[in-house]
């Protein structure tokens, strides 16, 4: 599986961007899409997932509100709507993709089996 992640870039405070991460490949038995970030200096961490087959969403407590996770029909691109966005949300993000056939931990790296090459997003005044 290959995906690619953009959609990020430089906006102020309050503003909003759209990520998108488009997998390739060998997608058909994709159960888990996710979105991490890394800041600098800090461990890449947990911001959303959405589960292909049951539509579950899930966020980190921090995103929950100002973040959506969602997936076209074809179930090959993901997207993160991100509002209301602030300086502390400022790194690059990753799309990531488990490819099931269950999973147990949707926050964890250790999860996911293909991991995009990240977009900066950078959060200014």
């Known amino acids: 599986v290959q995906l690619q992640a953009s959609g990020g870039g430089l906006v102020q405070i309050g503003g909003s961007l759209r990520l998108s991460c488009a997998a390739s490949?060998?997608?058909?038995?994709?159960?888990?899409m996710g979105w991490f970030r890394q800041a600098p200096g800090k461990e890449r961490e947990f911001v959303a997932a959405?589960?292909?087959?049951?539509?579950?969403?899930y966020y980190a407590n921090s995103e929950e509100g100002r973040f959506t996770i969602s997936r076209d029909n074809a179930k090959t691109t993901l997207y993160l709507q991100m509002n209301n966005l602030k300086p502390e949300d400022t790194a690059v993000y990753y799309c990531?993709?488990?490819?099931?056939?269950?999973?147990?931990?949707?926050?964890?790296?250790?999860?996911?089996?293909?991991w995009g090459q990240g977009t900066q997003v950078t959060v200014s005044s």
């Open positions: 959405l589960s292909l087959s049951g539509g579950q969403t």
């Open positions: 490949g060998r997608t058909l038995t994709t159960e888990l």
């Open positions: 990531a993709v488990d490819e099931g056939p269950i999973y147990s931990d949707y926050a964890i790296l250790d999860e996911y089996d293909f």
